[in-house]
């Protein structure tokens, strides 16, 4: 017994003295702070909007510029969606993909265009879809993101280019640095978490900028 009693000792020493285990690095993505929440409200989110502030979270991404610097760049996106699309955008990062800009829709006070025409990636805003109509874009649900939307425009079904300074851009197979062509490195980082392409669309219209969640 004293042997056991020993043995017994000796371990929980031994356990005593082993480095206690990593903790597990908190998921990504945050909630919006007091700041964030205001400086939305109005221009990017309203009462009405199809999902409340409280299921938006915050990421902070590093990616490549136009330049090859590493930046930090900031996208709003549901909360269920912030692992996926932190992972998809560190796969961009990995291939050293560039973009202009990343920031928030407020940054431009909601104005898709001009968001679009700064050539800016961002993800949530409180909006119907392209057009106008009654139907909330996927942005509203903070599911879907616009990247590099001046260099990877949306094309419509009646020849529109939106932004127009995008029409410059619709060649996808000039050698242009940050253009999204299928099957390349952003389709496929997307496409790991389940989101796809607007480039993929069907019907008459392409939006090459524009991964979603649904699709749509």
């Given at each position: 017994m004293r042997t056991v009693a020993l043995l017994a000792?000796?371990?929980a020493v031994a356990a005593a003295a082993l480095p206690p285990e990593p903790a597990a690095p908190p998921p990504p993505g945050r909630p919006l702070s007091p700041t964030e929440r205001a400086a939305m409200t109005g221009p990017v989110w309203r009462p009405g909007c199809p999902v409340s502030l409280d299921d938006l979270a915050v990421?902070?991404?590093p990616f490549t510029d136009d330049a090859?610097?590493?930046r930090t760049?900031?996208?709003?996106v549901h909360r269920d969606e912030a692992t996926p699309v932190a992972t998809a955008m560190a796969a961009l990062h990995a291939a050293r993909f560039p973009l202009r800009s990343v920031d928030p829709?407020?940054?431009f006070a909601g104005d898709d265009d001009a968001s679009m025409a700064a050539d800016n990636?961002?993800?949530f805003n409180c909006r119907p879809v392209a057009g106008g109509g009654d139907r909330w874009s996927e942005h509203a649900y903070g599911r879907a993101i616009d990247i590099n939307p001046l260099r990877n425009p949306f094309l419509t079904r009646s020849g529109r280019v939106l932004p127009p300074g995008g029409a410059a851009f619709l060649d996808r197979a000039a050698p242009t640095p940050g253009l999204i062509r299928a099957g390349d490195a952003v389709v496929r980082a997307?496409?790991?978490i389940g989101w796809r392409w607007g480039g993929d669309?069907?019907?008459g219209s392409k939006d090459y900028q524009h991964f979603s969640r649904t699709g749509r």
């Open positions: 000792s000796l371990f990421l902070d991404v090859g610097q590493t760049g900031r996208l709003i829709i407020e940054r990636t961002s993800a997307f496409a790991a669309w069907t019907g």
